[in-house]
DNA sequence: GCTAATTTGTTCGTATGTATA
DNA sequence: TTATACATACGAACAAATTAG
């Protein structure tokens, strides 16, 4: 699973709080005893604290210790950089992908403004829409790089493109600045959307980048806002 | 300002990517490029641009490099782990709090499977009301524990608590779970708020919890749905 | 296409500083 | 005061990925 000494701590850890073998608000054992008992050097455990660290698990206090950070169970998790597919199958939630729209088009001023990709550039328009047990949810308006998705079929966009892109073509993904904002439904939230009385949808607009900085994806989703649902552990800065 | 040898460093890089000195999608110097120049092990440049690239700043590439990650800007910020008073003070707007209520409580089984407080446990209940160039804009309530708040006042809950909590107390936040969405608007939003035609109103639930793990604070805020904005950077998880 | 140089990734051992108990 | 625990820093070595020649 993990080819690194840290990744095996870091999983150790990870395991031991899950299973509440180490207890929220508790500490857990010190570096020294970690390293005597994995038999690596301090660096290595500590690199493995930074990460659950940084993950929201762990919090580290000079002189006095690391210590198990609480979390409270968020049944619909619906966080961070998932796609749709990954967080459904958590949830075992019954869903489907419809794609009314797969398209390449050519980014003139207006489209540049709204997804700040240089105009003139080649790219993949997709709409979708997430049923979710039996309802019409959510409505993406995607636009992909197109040199970046070649070889995009409409099943693919049915399933899942992330996975298509890091499993299939290689692509690294660094992750995705997110603008979460309340807006009144369009007439295409309408037209796909199973809305009730309501009349505005949650936009989720997402910038999502390569290792080397490329923006790749703009995403728009239109959440149907009774539906939606958005967490986030956001570490205080110092 | 910063006492270690990484935070020089993390400072220096970081002001070269706002000087627009380094470029997004552009290489910075290479580890061993920038250890010399700062005569410092490859350790301690590795320690800050670790710092970077979790700030979404710069990624590392094996091979390759260190590459600036481009950023879309935007302009209502209100972000993250920002209190009001910070987040208004960046955006330079007009802004001020009132705050109706100002109680100690017991949490009741009721309230603790709200706040996930334990029952008996004695909290501040404060009730604030953000008005934002005119327009009452946020309803926040707030439940602090009360003896990590000893001797506020309402004073203090009008200016900002954190800043309270972290410079006079010393208290020491790790950070907090944020769950937003979306309801309908309730008795005290309409009470309070100065809502438009809107009868919904976005709501994000706060969890914070200090360096030890101890929930201190629960706090509900209902915004108007128009003037909600919320950004993050989510990495990808490998 | 292959080799060598460059660049980041992992790991070790050691030393010293600072905060807490 | 002393011992413990985390924080910072150095130097070194080798691995793995990429690039240059």
Redesign the interface.
């Given at each position: 699973m993990s080819n690194s000494k840290y990744m095996e701590i870091y999983e150790y850890i990870k395991k031991n709080i899950k299973n509440e073998n180490y207890l929220?608000?508790e500490k857990i054992p010190s570096e020294n005893q970690l390293k005597d008992f994995f038999s690596v050097s301090r660096n290595t455990v500590r690199k493995a604290i930074e990460l659950l660290a940084?993950d929201?698990y762990l919090?580290s206090?000079q002189g006095?210790g690391v210590?198990?950070?609480?979390?409270?169970p968020?049944t619909f998790l619906l966080?961070?950089?998932q796609s749709f597919k990954e967080s459904s199958a958590k949830n075992r939630l019954r869903y489907s992908t419809s794609v009314p729209v797969l398209e390449a088009v050519v980014v003139d001023e207006k489209l540049s403004e709204i997804t700040?990709f240089p105009v003139g550039e080649l790219v993949y328009h997709l709409v979708r829409v997430r049923e979710i047990n039996g309802e019409k949810i959510i409505l993406d308006e995607n636009y992909f790089l197109k040199d970046i998705l070649k070889g995009l079929t409409p099943e693919i966009a049915c399933d899942s493109i992330y996975e298509f892109l890091e499993e299939k073509k290689g692509v690294?993904?660094?992750?995705?600045?997110?603008?979460?904002?309340?807006?009144k439904a369009t007439e295409l939230d309408k037209e796909y959307l199973d809305l009730n009385k309501?009349n505005?949808v949650?936009i989720v607009k997402n910038?999502a980048?390569l290792?080397?900085?490329?923006?790749f994806e703009y995403t728009e989703s239109h959440h149907r806002?009774?539906k939606?649902?958005?967490?986030?552990?956001?570490?205080?800065?110092k």
């Open positions: 929220p608000g940084s929201g919090s206090i006095k210590f198990v950070m609480k979390k409270i968020v966080s961070g950089n700040h690294k993904i660094n992750g995705a600045q997110k603008i979460i904002s309340v807006e309501d505005v949650v910038f980048y290792e080397n900085g490329l923006l806002s009774d939606f649902v958005f967490t986030s552990y956001a570490k205080r800065e």
